[in-house]
Protein backbone atom coordinates (compact mmCIF):
# COMPACT_ATOMS: atom_id res chain seq x y z
CA UNK A 1 0.00 0.00 0.00
CA UNK A 2 2.95 2.28 1.13
CA UNK A 3 4.65 1.60 -2.34
CA UNK A 4 1.52 2.22 -4.46
CA UNK A 5 0.93 5.66 -2.55
CA UNK A 6 4.46 6.89 -2.67
CA UNK A 7 4.58 6.03 -6.29
CA UNK A 8 1.85 7.92 -7.23
CA UNK A 9 2.74 11.01 -4.92
CA UNK A 10 5.73 10.87 -6.56
CA UNK A 11 4.09 10.75 -10.33
CA UNK A 12 1.93 13.59 -9.08
CA UNK A 13 5.10 15.78 -7.99
CA UNK A 14 6.86 15.18 -11.59
CA UNK A 15 4.07 16.41 -13.44
CA UNK A 16 3.23 19.08 -11.12
CA UNK A 17 7.01 20.38 -11.92
CA UNK A 18 6.81 19.80 -15.58
CA UNK A 19 3.57 22.05 -16.03
CA UNK A 20 4.86 24.73 -13.66
CA UNK A 21 8.35 24.52 -15.84
CA UNK A 22 6.13 25.06 -19.06
CA UNK A 23 3.63 27.88 -17.69
CA UNK A 24 6.78 29.78 -16.11
CA UNK A 25 9.11 29.84 -18.59
CA UNK A 26 7.05 31.04 -21.36
CA UNK A 27 8.08 34.32 -20.94
CA UNK A 28 11.66 34.06 -19.60
CA UNK A 29 14.03 36.50 -20.80
CA UNK A 30 15.98 40.09 -20.25
CA UNK A 31 14.06 43.21 -21.26
CA UNK A 32 14.79 46.57 -21.29
CA UNK A 33 12.73 49.55 -21.48
CA UNK A 34 12.31 53.14 -20.93
CA UNK A 35 10.80 55.06 -17.88
CA UNK A 36 8.31 57.82 -18.08
CA UNK A 37 7.43 59.89 -14.86
CA UNK A 38 3.87 60.08 -14.98
CA UNK A 39 3.13 61.68 -11.51
CA UNK A 40 4.63 63.46 -8.55
CA UNK A 41 2.55 62.93 -5.67
CA UNK A 42 5.48 64.28 -3.13
CA UNK A 43 8.90 65.16 -2.69
CA UNK A 44 11.24 65.25 -5.23
CA UNK A 45 10.76 62.48 -8.43
CA UNK A 46 13.65 62.07 -10.88
CA UNK A 47 12.62 62.22 -14.46
CA UNK A 48 14.68 59.33 -15.63
CA UNK A 49 17.39 60.43 -18.43
CA UNK A 50 16.22 60.64 -22.04
CA UNK A 51 17.04 57.39 -24.07
CA UNK A 52 18.39 55.82 -20.55
CA UNK A 53 17.06 51.53 -20.74
CA UNK A 54 16.08 49.96 -17.57
CA UNK A 55 16.48 46.32 -17.39
CA UNK A 56 13.70 43.74 -16.31
CA UNK A 57 14.27 40.28 -16.11
CA UNK A 58 12.23 36.88 -16.02
CA UNK A 59 13.02 33.63 -15.23
CA UNK A 60 10.89 30.61 -13.85
CA UNK A 61 8.04 33.50 -12.97
CA UNK A 62 10.08 35.34 -11.25
CA UNK A 63 9.96 39.03 -12.19
CA UNK A 64 13.32 41.27 -11.04
CA UNK A 65 13.18 45.13 -11.83
CA UNK A 66 16.00 47.18 -10.81
CA UNK A 67 13.60 50.64 -10.21
CA UNK A 68 17.08 53.24 -10.17
CA UNK A 69 15.81 56.51 -10.57
CA UNK A 70 13.79 57.40 -7.16
CA UNK A 71 14.71 54.54 -4.56
CA UNK A 72 17.57 52.62 -5.60
CA UNK A 73 15.91 49.52 -5.06
CA UNK A 74 14.88 46.03 -6.68
CA UNK A 75 11.50 45.19 -7.30
CA UNK A 76 10.12 41.67 -7.69
CA UNK A 77 7.31 39.21 -8.04
CA UNK A 78 5.62 36.81 -9.96
CA UNK A 79 4.15 36.88 -13.47
CA UNK A 80 0.95 34.44 -14.14
CA UNK A 81 0.38 32.06 -17.30
CA UNK A 82 -1.44 35.15 -19.51
CA UNK A 83 1.36 37.16 -18.98
CA UNK A 84 0.32 39.56 -16.03
CA UNK A 85 2.96 40.50 -13.56
CA UNK A 86 2.93 41.88 -10.17
CA UNK A 87 6.32 43.01 -8.30
CA UNK A 88 6.70 45.04 -5.51
CA UNK A 89 9.32 46.00 -2.59
CA UNK A 90 8.85 48.18 0.74
CA UNK A 91 11.05 51.41 1.25
CA UNK A 92 10.87 53.60 3.98
CA UNK A 93 8.17 54.84 3.06
CA UNK A 94 5.73 52.54 2.07
CA UNK A 95 5.83 50.22 -1.02
CA UNK A 96 6.69 50.54 -4.35
CA UNK A 97 4.70 48.69 -7.00
CA UNK A 98 4.42 47.43 -10.35
CA UNK A 99 1.97 45.66 -12.31
CA UNK A 100 2.08 45.24 -16.21
CA UNK A 101 1.83 42.99 -18.65
CA UNK A 102 3.92 40.72 -21.45
CA UNK A 103 2.30 40.65 -24.97
CA UNK A 104 4.68 39.34 -27.70
CA UNK A 105 7.46 40.00 -26.41
CA UNK A 106 6.97 43.74 -25.42
CA UNK A 107 6.46 44.73 -22.17
CA UNK A 108 4.03 47.70 -20.80
CA UNK A 109 3.97 48.27 -16.86
CA UNK A 110 2.82 50.70 -14.33
CA UNK A 111 4.73 51.89 -11.08
CA UNK A 112 3.33 53.48 -8.07
CA UNK A 113 4.88 54.38 -5.19
CA UNK A 114 4.04 56.82 -2.32
CA UNK A 115 5.81 60.00 -4.16
CA UNK A 116 5.97 59.07 -8.04
CA UNK A 117 4.32 56.87 -10.54
CA UNK A 118 5.85 55.76 -13.78
CA UNK A 119 4.94 53.83 -16.76
CA UNK A 120 7.69 51.29 -18.13
CA UNK A 121 7.68 50.39 -21.75
CA UNK A 122 10.32 48.38 -23.77
CA UNK A 123 12.00 49.29 -26.69
CA UNK A 124 13.92 46.29 -27.72
Request: proline share 4%; with cysteine; glycine share 10%.
Amino acid sequence: MLRVLGSGLLLAAGFTCVAWAQVTSRFDGQYRGELTLTKEIEGDCTQPPLGALYPLRISRGQVRFAYVPRFDTTLSGTIDDNGMFKASARIRKGFVQMTGRVQDNHITAYIVSPSCNYTFQTKD
